[in-house]
């Protein structure tokens, strides 16, 4: 499949997923309804995003359950809900049928979600889980380390879709480990490579920038990417001269009808 994206940049099979969380983040800073996540997804998928990604947190830090509801009413692309696998999460994406779920680990003290499912130690009630999701048409996806054991198991469960965690990977390269970041994507390589013979559809994704994305979107057996923080990050350079140019011309305008 070839796609075009918003740039008129060729895509492959390669769907990016864009996590909107960290415009949630923002808002919630200071309350109110300002940025709107919403609206970022808009833009997003304006730019190429093939979907957009949410993280409804036990917590409620940053996605609320309101901007579940929104998202789900409005967006013209698939929206891809990462949650923890917990009876509370059930309940809300069996009652938005959002086209994908992707379960995380999730710990009230961690800042991101920092490593893969432990799917081994909860099979029984994640394949509970991932029953009740998909009967209802919802795609289930685990987001799991690219570990072999992990990967057979997910399949055995009936996930459709793995997840591969980049984080380690991204964490190496920042560090400038060569020799670690070479380990990362043999792992990474060959968990794709089982994933996909044991018939998963196989994503990747956490803490990609524009210094790591190439490594991973080269692998062959990847179909999506998702990508947050690093792109919001990005935004607020991209746009800030922008909306600094149209306060000031505001100012001056206001000046010029006193
Ligand atoms: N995929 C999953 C399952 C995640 O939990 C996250 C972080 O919310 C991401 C992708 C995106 O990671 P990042 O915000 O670091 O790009």
């Known amino acids: 499949m070839i796609k075009t994206t918003g740039t008129g940049e060729q895509l492959e099979g390669l769907r990016l997923g864009v996590n909107i969380d960290h415009v949630a983040t923002i808002r919630n800073a200071r309350g109110g309804r300002h940025p709107d996540p919403l609206r970022a997804a808009h833009i997003a998928i304006e730019g190429g995003a093939d979907g957009i990604t949410a993280h409804l947190r ?53 800042r991101t979600t920092e490593g893969g499912l432990d799917v081994s130690g909860g099979a029984g009630h994640l394949e509970g889980v991932i029953d009740q999701l998909k009967a209802t048409g919802i795609r289930v996806s685990l987001f799991i380390e690219a570990d072999p054991t992990v990967i057979e198991l997910s399949a055995r469960l009936g996930a459709d879709i793995v997840e591969l965690h980049t984080g380690a990977y991204c964490e190496k390269a920042l560090a400038d480990d060569v020799a670690g970041v070479a380990r990362e994507l043999e792992r990474l390589s060959a968990g794709a490579e089982l994933a996909m013979a044991a018939g998963l559809e196989v994503h990747a994704g956490h803490g990609l920038t524009y210094n790591t994305v190439k490594a991973v979107a080269r692998l062959p057996q990847i179909v999506e990417l998702n990508i947050g923080h690093f792109l919001i990050g990005e935004a607020i350079f991209g746009g800030l001269t922008a909306a600094v140019q149209h306060m000031r011309a505001l100012m001056a305008q206001a000046r010029r009808e006193a």
Request: with cysteine; charged share 35%.
């Open 58 to 110: 036990e917590d409620r830090r940053h996605i609320s359950d309101s901007d579940i509801a929104r998202l789900k009413g409005e967006l013209t692309r698939p929206l891809n809900l990462e949650m923890a696998a917990t009876d509370e999460m059930v309940a809300i994406a069996l009652r938005h049928v959002p086209n994908a779920c992707c379960l995380v680990p999730e710990r009230r003290e961690e």
